[in-house]
C-alpha cells in the first residue's frame, strides 16, 4: 500500500512539473456529465476519453448532452476550448436514454466509439430524441466500426456533413426510429 500511494505521489509531482515547464503538451480535465475530458494544449481543445455509467444503467436512465464548448481548471489554469473528438470505445458496450452532441466545430469520431451501444427510448418518453444518438455539427471521419451493432429505439442523427466514413462504421445496426 506504502509503495502505491509513493507511486502515486511520484507521478503527480512529475505531471505538476511537465505543466508548469511547459513540457506537457496535454493537461487532463475532470469529469462533467459522467464524462471525463482530456485537454490538448497544441490543438487548444478537449477529447472525451472516457465515460462512467450510472449504478442503474440496465434501466438506460443515462441522458448525455456533450457541450460544444468545455471549460476546467487544471493544476490552477484555466482551459477552455471546443470538444472536438470523441475517443475509441469510450461509450461502447454502455446503455443510454439519450446522446445529444451540440458540436458547432467540425468533431472526429474514433473507431468502435459507440460499438455495442443501447438506446433505448422509456415507455413514458414525451420528447422525439429519446432512444436516439444526435449530432448537431459537422463530423470530420467515423472511425472503423463507430457505430457498429449499436441498438437504437429512436435514429441515429448527423445534421451536418459527414466527411469521411471508416470501414464497417455502421454495420449490423438495429434502428427502430
Given amino acids: 500500500m506504502k509503495k502505491n500511494m509513493k507511486q502515486k505521489t511520484i507521478l503527480i509531482i512529475c505531471t505538476i512539473m511537465l505543466v508548469i515547464l511547459g513540457v506537457g503538451e496535454n493537461a487532463q480535465a475532470a ?3 459522467r464524462l471525463s475530458y482530456y485537454y490538448s494544449t497544441v490543438d487548444e481543445a478537449y477529447a472525451i476519453k472516457g465515460y462512467t455509467p450510472s449504478e442503474n444503467e440496465d434501466d438506460y436512465v443515462d441522458s448525455l448532452v456533450v457541450p460544444n464548448i468545455f471549460s476546467d481548471e487544471v493544476n490552477g489554469v484555466n482551459y477552455t476550448g471546443p470538444v472536438l473528438q470523441v475517443r475509441a470505445s469510450v461509450f461502447a458496450n454502455h446503455k443510454f436514454k439519450l446522446i445529444y452532441f451540440k458540436n458547432e466545430y467540425t468533431m472526429n469520431i474514433k473507431e468502435k466509439a459507440f460499438q455495442n451501444v443501447e438506446v433505448k427510448r422509456p415507455i413514458l418518453a414525451f420528447d422525439e430524441y429519446s432512444g436516439s444518438i444526435i449530432f448537431k455539427g459537422d463530423i470530420s471521419t467515423i472511425g472503423a466500426y463507430a457505430f457498429n451493432n ?6 441515429l442523427e448527423f445534421q451536418g456533413k459527414v466527411d469521411t466514413i471508416g470501414e464497417y462504421a455502421m454495420s449490423q445496426m438495429n434502428i427502430k426510429g
Fill in 31 to 33: 469529469s462533467s456529465n
Fill in 150 to 155: 449499436i441498438n437504437l429505439d429512436g435514429y
